[in-house]
């Protein structure tokens, strides 16, 4: 640990500590005297590295309880990376959006063969809902764009892979703002869009995991292409 801050040391310490399975979920840290003296750092480095962890979602301090591993919730964990997506999509959000195919794709293969009738049942409310909406004049476009993340993520809670699951959120989140767009502005889109849904659905209610990614494919390729049609300014904004 030579080129190490005694902060590192503490983060480096503490999750190795818990990769051991020192220290678990939910498990209360030693007192701030112990900890330091155990690590070798002084009090203000530890705080230092606790206060970095907590950030990081790895620990929760509670005022006057201690300081507790969290549940080291996966989505939790990886919430840090879409700082990463948001500096990358400033370039162009056309390269976020390449990667959330990637993953949602997977999503609908792996979905189709796990996805409960409870969640089918659910994911088929929301689009009946979204197709009624898509009748209003006006109509409420910000809904629209819940239904549509809430319907992405029922198919990745179904993957199976709580990693994939959190991979998808950090990416899926900087999409809002392309895909408001596109519901405002694209005639038709919102149409196409419940199409597109459908379609996937149904694979899904098959448990046809092939279909289901080729459905997927369809549906998100339609989705970058319309960034084509982006301003400017929105092309180059986080999504």
């Not at 949602?104 to 009946?128: M, Q, W, Y």
């Not at 004049?137 to 319907?151: C, K, Y």
Request: with cysteine; proline share 3%; hydrophobic share 45%.
């Amino acid at each position: 640990m030579g080129g190490m801050s005694r902060a590192d040391v503490v983060i480096d310490s503490i999750k190795r500590m818990i990769l051991d399975g020192v220290f678990r979920p939910g498990d209360r840290l030693p007192v701030e005297k112990d900890l330091a003296e155990s690590l070798g750092v002084s009090r203000g480095s530890l705080r230092e590295g606790i206060s970095a962890l907590s950030i990081l979602g790895v620990v929760d301090t509670r005022q006057g309880d201690g300081t507790y591993v969290t549940r080291l919730d996966v989505a939790q964990l990886l919430a840090p990376m879409g700082f990463v997506v948001d500096l990358e999509g400033r370039g162009d959000a056309r390269h976020v959006h390449a990667i959330r195919r990637v993953l949602e794709c997977e999503a609908a293969r792996l979905a189709a063969s796990r996805i409960t009738d409870e969640a089918l049942a659910e994911a088929r409310g929301l689009l009946d809902e979204a197709i009624r909406i898509a009748g209003e004049t006006p109509h409420d476009h910000e809904r629209v764009i819940e239904i549509d993340i809430r319907f992405h993520r029922i198919i990745a809670a179904h993957t199976g892979n709580p990693v994939l699951v959190g991979l998808i959120d950090a990416f899926a989140g900087r999409t809002v703002r392309a895909r408001l767009w596109r519901s405002l502005h694209e005639e038709g889109a919102d149409l196409r869009t419940h199409g597109e849904h459908l379609a996937i659905w149904k694979a899904l209610a098959a448990r046809d995991p092939e279909r289901a990614r080729i459905r997927m494919a369809n549906h998100l390729i339609g989705v970058e292409e319309s960034l084509h049609a982006l301003p400017d300014d929105q092309a180059r904004a986080r999504g």
